[in-house]
């Protein structure tokens, strides 16, 4: 059932709080009780559906899961300690030793690392694919392929994949589907909708919206989320925090207005960007010259805060003299919180060319636009003084 967006945020699992209290309370507890032999039985040997220890379910944290289940239309939500607890989590379950994954290769770093260092070492192959050609990504495919991976978009180059065929493309073969959507939130895009099978998320970001807390989601049937319970999630353990996860809840409710200011506000520092002659090219799936924008308008409601740049110089000091001085822009990672952030490739990546060098990803946060536009042009400015 689709439900509307506030009621989820504000109202569903929420119906029945002890104390007639309005927000849920933290059930900071480890372990629960039972008053009997047989009900005791019952909870071990179903941890799925009862609670027992924190370790699988805890009352807070499944309020979350069960809000962010109905946002992204799916029928079942599980809540991990970090966005690539979720992730890394997801793509295991479905994989055994020489088996193959198609990848998109923008994709979350760790989500790579999972895949050339760890995985590796159980004898699982992968192939990186660009994802914006739906072509190569079915010529990647081999008949030991049993996972896709993508991310859509991509949240340094804001690449997108076509969610519909390539859904309908792995369905014939058996293949899973798994995508992070971090970037648009399901306020804006719903992957389950054209067909994938699972959406991750690091809830780290938009979701908790505030900087505070680090976790994350992974969302699909009831089946498949089952699964996930049951090998990965129990046996690992990345386990969410109660008051982490009653953060989250804290930060959904605004997720709306959240979303839709990120996205006005984007559009308004892109539009000054773009007539700015130290500005050589703007990464942005919603941006009017994407060669994507049909795609993109096809998959999405709308966009987050987070995009790219090009600086018009090769030099590092330039981009150095841009970061530098800045004064409402913060110098950190990560993203989707109130506060407008920055981070150059020369800072986070070791591949350096002529042509990475002088990206600078962008996020606007919830700040007046005027005030990120005088920032961003006060240090384009000096830039290009030097
Ligand atoms: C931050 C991020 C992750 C990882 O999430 P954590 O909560 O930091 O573990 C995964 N995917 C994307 C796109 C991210 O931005």
């Not at 809000?67 to 029928?75: D, M, N, T, V």
């Not at 919206?209 to 046996?235: C, M, P, Y």
């Amino acid at each position: 059932m689709k439900r509307n967006v506030t009621e989820i945020l504000h109202h569903l699992g929420e119906e029945n709080m002890p104390f007639g209290s309005v927000t849920p309370p933290i059930f900071q507890t480890s372990i629960f009780q039972f008053d009997s032999f047989d009900k005791f039985k019952e909870a071990l040997s179903n941890e799925e559906e009862n609670y027992l220890y924190t370790r699988g379910n805890n009352p807070t944290v499944n309020i979350v899961e069960e809000k962010i289940a109905a946002l992204e239309h799916g029928q079942r939500a599980k809540l991990f300690a970090s966005g690539i607890a979720a992730i890394s989590s997801g793509i295991m379950a479905f994989l055994k030793s020489n088996d193959h994954v198609v990848c998109v290769e923008d994709s979350y770093s760790w989500t790579k690392t999972l895949l050339e260092k760890y995985l590796k070492r159980f004898g699982i192959s992968h192939t990186y694919v660009d994802g914006s050609d739906i072509e190569e990504v079915y010529s990647a495919v081999r008949p030991n392929t049993k996972v896709i991976y993508l991310e859509s978009p991509t949240t340094f180059t804001f690449k997108i994949q076509d969610l519909e065929n390539i859904s309908a493309f792995a369905k014939k073969y058996g293949i899973k589907t798994i995508i992070d959507n971090t970037w648009a939130t399901p306020y804006f895009q719903n992957p389950l909708d054209f067909g994938i099978d699972l959406v991750v998320h690091s809830s780290s970001k938009y979701f908790g919206g505030h900087s505070d807390v680090v976790a994350g989601v992974i969302v699909g049937s009831k089946k498949d989320i089952s699964h996930i319970f049951n090998t990965e999630f129990l046996n690992i353990g990345a386990v969410p925090d109660p008051f982490a996860s009653w953060l989250i809840l804290r930060g959904l409710r605004t997720l709306h207005i959240r979303m839709e200011r990120h996205f006005q506000s984007t559009m308004k520092v892109i539009d000054y960007l773009y007539h700015h002659p130290a500005v050589e090219k703007i990464n942005y799936p919603f941006y009017k010259d994407n060669p994507q924008l049909a795609l993109a308008k096809k998959q999405m409601r709308g966009g987050s805060g987070l995009f790219s740049i090009k600086l018009a110089t090769k030099r590092v000091e330039d981009v150095k003299t841009f970061t530098d001085n800045l004064r409402i822009f913060k110098r950190a990672v990560s993203w989707g919180g109130y506060e407008s952030l920055v981070v150059p490739y020369a800072v986070s990546h070791k591949n350096l060319s002529e042509d990475n060098i002088s990206i600078v990803r962008i996020h606007v946060g919830l700040e007046d636009p005027e005030i990120l536009i005088d920032d961003l042009e006060r240090s384009l400015k000096r830039m290009m003084k030097k």
